[in-house]
């Protein structure tokens, strides 16, 4: 397995426990999360910038911030999905 798949498989198993603290309503809002369009936008241009190779410094910055949260987002929405769809602990999911 690559180190990337491990890294997410981890990142992945940690996050589990939280998703099981979530009432069903909760993780349902967890998986229904967008950013509002505003963020969107601005997250799309710097994407641009950088795919460009345009971003100064502190544009950089904040995009790997942006990239940052995107990641934990997906997995927390991934597991919330999941915890929704079986209608029980997302715990009880792996075994």
Not at 6 to 30: C, M, N, W, Y
Not at 73 to 84: E, S, Y
């Amino acid at each position: 397995m690559s180190p990337s798949l491990v890294a997410t498989d981890a990142f992945d198993r940690a996050v589990e426990p939280v998703i099981g603290l979530l009432s069903h309503d909760q993780a349902a809002k967890i998986a229904d999360f967008h950013a509002d369009e505003a963020l969107q936008l601005k997250i799309e241009q710097l994407a641009r910038k950088a795919n460009e190779g345009e971003l100064t410094t502190e544009e950089q910055a904040e995009y790997e911030g942006y990239v940052q949260a995107n990641q934990f987002l997906a997995v927390l929405q991934t597991n919330a999905r999941r915890f929704v769809d079986a209608g029980e602990s997302i715990s009880g999911l792996r075994g």
